[in-house]
């Protein structure tokens, strides 16, 4: 299955927040996987392996441990608040076609005309797709687009099988607008330029001729 990430695990037996510790300093992570209303699997993966896939969005993981394969999508990453390191994961157990919820991060690309930039409006989108083919990103392209110009949910250019699950279609997802601070310094530059000479000040040797 296309965009897979295959990691090898082994079945953990021991729990509770010292043997979760141990665990850790031997280079491993504890994670559980959920099915539905099955019983869950409680196993440990390698650390920086598994780190490094949880780099990817919406990933598909295929989960191997003491003979069992589970095709399976992140639920939750718990991380230390200090050092950053992942302490544990939560896994759900997808099947092969099966369609899912994901949230996917929205991002820009591209040079709006003139002074205009582009703001994101909705940080994730809720879209529905098959395991398979789970979105990692929604891109915009806002090249050449003018000030006032919006991109609504509708608009969005979603992977092949994907849909929107949100309720509101015609949601603003992107903003292209002249910030306010750009309009004051332009404003500002043209009161400058178009003052009367007559309106200038006097140079200082007109004045002591006067005196």
Known sequence: MANTITIE???RTEFGKGVARRMRVAGKIPATIYAGGADPDFIELPMKETTLALRRTNALFTIT?????????VKDVQRNPVKRIVEHIDFYEVRAGEKIDV?????????????????VDIQEIKVRADVANLPERIVVNVDGLIDGTKVFAKDLDLPEGAELDIEDPEASVVTVEVPEDATETTAGEETTTDVPATEQAAPADADADNA
């Open 9 to 11: 695990g082994t079945a």
């Open 65 to 73: 441990f003491d003979g069992t394969t589970k095709l399976a999508v």
């Open 103 to 119: 949230e996917v991060p929205v991002f820009v690309e591209g040079t709006p005309k003139g002074a205009a930039v582009a703001f």
